[in-house]
């Protein structure tokens, strides 16, 4: 019974979404990224200390990203998704947003390469029609 147990646990746990900081622990900059509209889940990293823009906390925060191809700033991948990388339109790109610890998303006016996330905030980025992140931030 306890190896089966033990199996149980095991099998739960390698669908949990890790995170390397909790929210509460991220002294930084909270990152929140929605793979869900892609067929995964919802990660999330901390961008340590005070990350110069938006673009800088999702790499600190352990995502890596690329651009649409002859398009600079804006974003196609997030860990390599979508594969292949495919131009973004209005019913599917990577929207991004902004927020503080258990408040509301705002989507972002500004691209993340302008922007400046302060400390103690969070960033969330969704893939799909443009919904927010779909985790309370």
């Given amino acids: 019974m306890r190896r089966v147990l033990a199996a149980l646990a095991l099998l739960a746990s390698s669908f949990a979404v890790t995170s390397p900081a909790s929210a509460s622990s991220c002294e930084g900059v909270q990152v929140v990224v929605d793979f869900t509209a892609l067929g995964g889940g919802v990660e999330t990293g901390c961008a340590a200390g005070d990350p110069a823009s938006g673009l800088a906390a999702l790499t600190d925060a352990g995502f890596t990203y690329s651009f649409v191809p002859r398009r600079p700033g804006l974003v196609c ?25 258990g408040g509301a998303w705002t989507y972002s006016s500004v691209g993340a390469g302008s922007y400046d996330p302060a400390p103690g905030t969070v960033e969330g980025w969704s893939y799909g029609t443009g919904v927010a992140p779909g985790a309370t931030p």
Avoid: E, G
């Fill in 77 to 101: 991948t997030i860990k390599s998704l979508p594969n292949p990388c495919k131009m973004p339109t209005t019913s599917a790109y990577w929207s991004y947003w902004h927020a503080t610890p």
